[in-house]
């Protein structure tokens, strides 16, 4: 007779009820079928494998990629009691451990997918007795996902030889080809998938070109007086931002992996005590920290993909009071991300570009912000969620497939290696010496556009990029993408939102 789960939740964890897909999670666990729960970060994952831990009986073998993750969690399961252990290169008891494991006098042990994977451990596990295995970031076994670790896809074979084992695989992260991957490689049956409620409903999404990111950034800590975090790309440009943006009178501090560690400790602190002070600061600020009045989350740049997006966002409005997310974003930060996609081993390169196209989504959609994000996690949202900027005040759409043939055949016919000050002259047909010493005044292209098309040439050239039809070299030269071809032939449709008139004056993400 298993312990009821419901009192267990009370007496161990001290908590009243289970939380969103916690309940099912935890019911499936407990009746020996094949999980994978896909919970965003702070959803309470842990609590899926730790509670059957205690339930079942028998060891819980936790599956962990860092060593300093399973300590924090080694140490949080110990203060509720839980008898729990790891088997890692800086625990200097493993007779012990191993001891307590044969004995059944343990309940959780952490261990990392490289040592899983050993036949010594096996040999190990076949003289204890086995109650579950979790996959902690089981996205780690998907070439697909932004974290691939080799060794988790050895464990295949280590989960098989328990075949009345269940396993449990636990990630945030869920784009359908790695989710896919994630059951196909980890065995795991198509009902098996559980994926918990993403939405954010109290954080207001919004997303705009960056077209003067000191006045952008200005105009928001001018509508909001809360605490702020403003995430740069580069540690020089957090200190650069900091110091402009201090000027309006506001406490304004950097953060970034350069400053001292007695630096970082004193702004970090600083922000969590303050009411209304604002971080500028790389990604690596705000791992592990909870300041749940963070009232406004803002992207000077683009983020490295829709699920570090959600993450850092998600950092916003934790008390449920409204905050604001907004995203700015560039055309180049598309060129520089994808050009980063040839750094990367062959077998990665598809994924990554799979992750920018959906950035690009994010960005170039016309319609609900949320909806995008959502869908993103495998969820079906409604189309409209009323909180975010496309919904507020829907954007003007305007086609224009054919100033993008004419801007793609300019770029074809003048060699795919001029910038868009030499294309927009070719195409508007304003001739210079260049011009006329490359014979391009003599082009078909030339002149083809009018005057009132010719203001479309460049955010037309900025859509172009985000939908990989454009690349940029190093000195802004333009060529084809791969996707050019389709948008040439005029196969594909282009469009371009309009930002609303009034809204420049307006700070469409004031949240007001
Ligand atoms: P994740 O691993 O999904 O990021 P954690 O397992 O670290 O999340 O849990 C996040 C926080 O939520 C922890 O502080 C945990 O104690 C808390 N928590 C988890 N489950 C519950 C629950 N059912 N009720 C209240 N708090 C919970
Ligand atoms: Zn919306």
């Given at each position: 007779m298993l312990a009821d789960p419901a009192a267990l939740l009370r007496s161990v964890f001290g908590f009243e009820g289970f939380r969103g897909v916690q309940a099912q999670v935890v019911e499936r666990v407990l009746a020996g079928k094949a999980t994978l729960a896909i919970m965003p970060t702070g959803a309470g994952k842990s609590l899926c494998y730790q509670l059957p831990a205690v339930a079942l009986p028998g060891c819980c073998v936790v599956i962990s990629p860092l060593i300093a993750l399973m300590h924090d969690q080694l140490r949080s399961a110990r203060a509720l009691g839980i008898r729990a252990a790891s088997l890692t290169s800086v625990d200097s008891d493993w007779r012990e451990t191993q001891d307590r494991l044969r004995a059944g006098e343990l309940d959780l042990l952490y261990v990392a997918p490289e040592r899983a994977s050993g036949t010594?451990?096996?040999?190990?596990?076949?003289?204890?007795?086995?109650?579950?295995?979790?996959?902690?970031?089981?996205?780690?076994?998907?070439?697909?996902?932004?974290?691939?670790?080799?060794?988790?896809?050895?464990?295949?074979?280590?989960?098989?030889?328990?075949?009345?084992?269940?396993?449990?695989?636990?990630?945030?992260?869920?784009?359908?080809?790695?989710?896919d991957d994630i059951l196909a490689q980890l065995g795991i049956p198509p009902e098996g998938l559980i994926i918990s409620g993403f939405d954010r409903p109290n954080i207001r999404?919004?997303?705009?070109?960056?077209?003067?990111?000191?006045?952008?950034?200005?105009?928001?800590?001018?509508?909001?007086?809360?605490?702020?975090?403003?995430?740069?790309?580069?540690?020089?440009?957090?200190?650069?931002?900091?110091?402009?943006?201090?000027?309006?009178?506001?406490?304004?501090?950097?953060?970034?992996?350069?400053?001292?560690?007695?630096?970082?400790?004193?702004?970090?602190?600083?922000?969590?005590?303050?009411?209304?002070?604002?971080?500028?600061?790389?990604?690596?600020f705000g791992m592990g920290i909870d300041k749940p009045d963070v009232r406004f989350v803002v992207h000077a740049g683009l983020p490295k993909s829709i699920e570090s997006y959600y993450q850092e966002s998600g950092r916003a409005g934790r008390d449920g009071e409204p905050a604001i997310a907004l995203l700015l974003w560039g055309a180049e930060d598309f060129v520089r991300a994808r050009q980063r996609i040839a750094e990367v081993e062959p077998a990665r390169q598809s994924g990554e570009r799979a992750r920018i196209a959906s950035l690009g989504a994010l960005v170039e959609t016309a319609g609900c912000r949320r909806a995008v994000l959502l869908r993103h996690f495998g969820e079906t949202p409604p189309p409209q969620c009323g909180n975010c900027d496309n919904c507020l005040e829907p954007p003007a759409c305007m086609d224009v497939?054919?100033?993008?043939?004419?801007?793609?055949?300019?770029?074809?016919?003048?060699?795919?290696?001029?910038?868009?000050?030499?294309?927009?002259?070719?195409?508007?047909?304003?001739?210079?010496?260049?011009?006329?010493?490359?014979?391009?005044?003599?082009?078909s292209v030339f002149g083809i556009v009018g005057r009132e098309e010719a203001p479309l040439i460049k955010p037309v050239a900025r859509a172009l990029q985000v939908l990989d039809a454009l690349t940029a070299n190093d000195h802004g030269g333009l060529a084809f993408g791969p996707a050019a071809r389709d948008y040439l032939r005029g196969e594909e449709k282009v469009s371009l939102v309009l930002q609303p008139a009034k809204a420049r004056g307006r700070k469409r993400a004031s949240g007001g």
């Open positions: 010594g451990f096996r040999t190990l596990l076949e003289s204890a007795r086995i109650s579950l295995f979790a996959i902690d970031e089981a996205h780690c076994v998907s070439e697909w996902g932004h974290d691939f670790r080799p060794d988790y896809r050895l464990l295949r074979p280590l989960l098989d030889a328990f075949p009345d084992v269940p396993r449990l695989a636990l990630t945030a992260t869920a784009d359908r080809h790695t989710r999404y919004a997303v705009q070109p960056r077209d003067g990111l000191q006045r952008q950034l200005q105009d928001v800590l001018a509508a909001n007086s809360g605490p702020g975090i403003i995430y740069a790309p580069t540690r020089a440009a957090t200190e650069q931002l900091a110091q402009g943006l201090a000027r309006g009178g506001r406490t304004v501090l950097p953060y970034h992996a350069g400053l001292s560690s007695e630096v970082r400790a004193a702004n970090q602190s600083a922000f969590l005590a303050s009411e209304d002070m604002v971080m500028v600061a790389t990604v690596a497939t054919e100033t993008a043939q004419k801007l793609l055949s300019a770029v074809h016919r003048t060699g795919q290696s001029f910038g868009l000050g030499h294309l927009e002259a070719v195409l508007t047909g304003k001739s210079n010496e260049r011009i006329v010493q490359r014979g391009h005044d003599a082009l």
